[in-house]
């Protein structure tokens, strides 16, 4: 079966320090992969999503940056973190076809101080 | 860009009773897929229910159906015989069948009251 796992659960991060969160999927290949942000009191928020190694769009153009080093590994970063970078990201991956559901791993609380 | 509207950020309902979130998304395609997400307080994402836009026909699991309409564009969850376990946030979500992100409405919070 797939899992999809992430980490760290939570974290907590002075502005202006590197930020790196890394998922990783488990009983698939070549999945589509997603890193959504959920800020407070606001829904899911598209940052990134990947096709395959190397593959990468964006939809938000902020401070974020993401990278896929390996098929199944998906990697959310910043170089200098802002205090509006705070909230719940989830990662997630899907198949290929679109009537397929996506799946979400247990996220990431990110707060910037 | 597609986008999808949850214009009601909060709902209650008694328990037993039946409540409706709404949802209306905006595209030109006509070829793409809806969701309905659960997220306890645990924060996980649970799917609830997917419908087919090419399929008329309402997609209906056990006590939670959708109403879909097409030329609308709107994608409603109903959920009947309410439990408490049901409280949570609702995400409506899209996906084209052409594509490969998938985008997901604001939310809304339900309350179930006992």
């Known amino acids: 079966s797939q899992t999809i796992h992430q980490w760290p659960a939570t974290l907590v991060q002075p502005v202006g320090s590197p930020l790196s969160l890394e998922c990783t999927v488990e009983g698939t290949s070549n999945p589509n992969l997603y890193w959504y942000r959920q800020a407070a009191g606001r829904g899911l928020q598209l940052l990134f999503y990947s096709v395959g190694i190397g593959q990468i769009s964006s939809e938000v153009p902020q401070n974020l940056s993401a990278s896929r080093p390996q098929d199944r590994q998906f990697i959310l970063s910043s170089k200098k973190l802002l205090l509006s970078d705070s909230g719940f990201y989830l990662c997630?991956?899907?198949?290929?076809?679109?009537?397929?559901?996506?799946?979400f791993g247990q996220g990431t609380r990110l707060t910037v101080v | 860009a597609q986008t999808v509207t949850q214009s009601q950020p909060e709902m209650s309902v008694q328990e037993a009773e039946t409540v409706t979130l709404s949802c209306t998304y905006d595209t030109s395609e006509s070829d793409y897929y809806l969701f309905w997400y659960k997220q306890p307080p645990s924060r996980q994402m649970i799917l609830v229910i997917r419908q087919e836009a090419y399929k008329q026909q309402n997609a209906t699991e056990n006590r939670f159906s959708v109403n879909f309409q097409k030329a609308a564009k709107s994608f409603s969850l109903k959920i009947s015989d309410s439990q408490l376990g049901d409280a949570a946030m609702y995400f409506c979500?899209?996906?084209?069948?052409?594509?490969?992100?998938?985008?997901f409405g604001a939310g809304t919070r339900l309350t179930v009251k006992p």
């Open positions: 979500a899209y996906r084209l069948n052409n594509n490969n992100d998938m985008r």
């Open positions: 997630a991956w899907s198949v290929w076809d679109a009537y397929t559901e996506a799946f």
